[in-house]
């Protein structure tokens, strides 16, 4: 089988690590090409000896608007145009847009007979632009694939009609094995922040959605309460650009103010991105993510799998992961208090936490293996191809 995989960005998030963990776990007899723009993500996919052709970067905003609307539309026709000639030279049995964007390039691109795959990882907001971006996709998609049943819901309310199937993220559990990674050496090499008692950690793109603001303000909470905590922010704002949905850069300043203003600036860490991130994972005593939606949150995968606590925000795709108190804990986002006391219920005794890792472990190896994960989305490939 040919498969040419399509990502819309050279920045390497989630959704991209679940590409190269797919790209990784595939069997030798899928033959796959990744069209997408040159940097940091052509650098991984050649890495893992798998061929790429580039494309034009459309990383913009999907919301509306009378000067960056337009000019998307035009980067996204020419991403289209390269796309279907990728498609032809690859002789492509299955197009799989890995994300969105990818999806209306897709859809705009017409690259039949291939079976169209759009894999839907956002969870955008109600309103007629969503309906009408979701509804194009799957006009041109034979199938979209969505990575937790919460996602697939927000698809089917904006497009009923779509063939939606749910495939869960995955990881190599090889690779964040913590048999493999020292924790006290990886916590040793983050100097003073590793001499604290309890090292908390958030690993995502600083953006307002994440929720990094939740876990300062949870932190000032806990040192209120003389915890000899630290927090480690693990990520940068990826997306600048004056067309991004969200003013990133404007929230990192308000992140450093509010830091500054808590009294913070040696409690916390600004670790930026990082190559080194299940080192740092397991150099944690728990980590944090609160999101104030998440679609499904992959870092939870590579923490639960390193046998390291998790707390998650409540909403979203996480409880399909999180088995509340065997596992980790669901706590409601944009609520500090909450966030403190669940830190606290953590690390209350050694017992405790050791537990939550175990059993994530246990979890993580029952049900989210990068191999399974690739069978699971070859069958959604085949079921595709033979609906024509």
Known sequence: MRVLYVNHTSAVSGAERSLLALLAALPPDVEALVASPPGHLSEAVERLGIATTPILDTAGSLRLHPLHTP???AEMSVAALQVRRAARRHGADVVHANSIRAGLELALARVSPAASIVHVRDCLPPGALTTATMRTIAFGARTIV????????????AAPAARVEVVHPAIDLAEFDPARIDGAAARAALGVAGTRRVLLGVVAQLSPWKGQDTAIEALRLLREQHLDAHLLLIGE???????????NEAYVSDLRRLVAEAGLEDRVSWLGQREDVAQLIRALDVLLLPSHEEPFGRVLLEAMALEVPVLATSVGGPAELVTEGIDGYLVPPREPAAWAQGVRRVVGGPAQGRALGRAGRLRIAEAF???DHAAAMLAVYERARSDR
């Open 71 to 73: 000019r998307a539309l």
């Open 146 to 157: 969505a990575n937790s049943q919460y996602t697939a819901d927000t698809v089917k309310r």
């Open 237 to 247: 704002a990826k997306f600048v650009a004056r067309a991004t949905r969200f003013d």
């Open 369 to 371: 293996d990068a191999k």
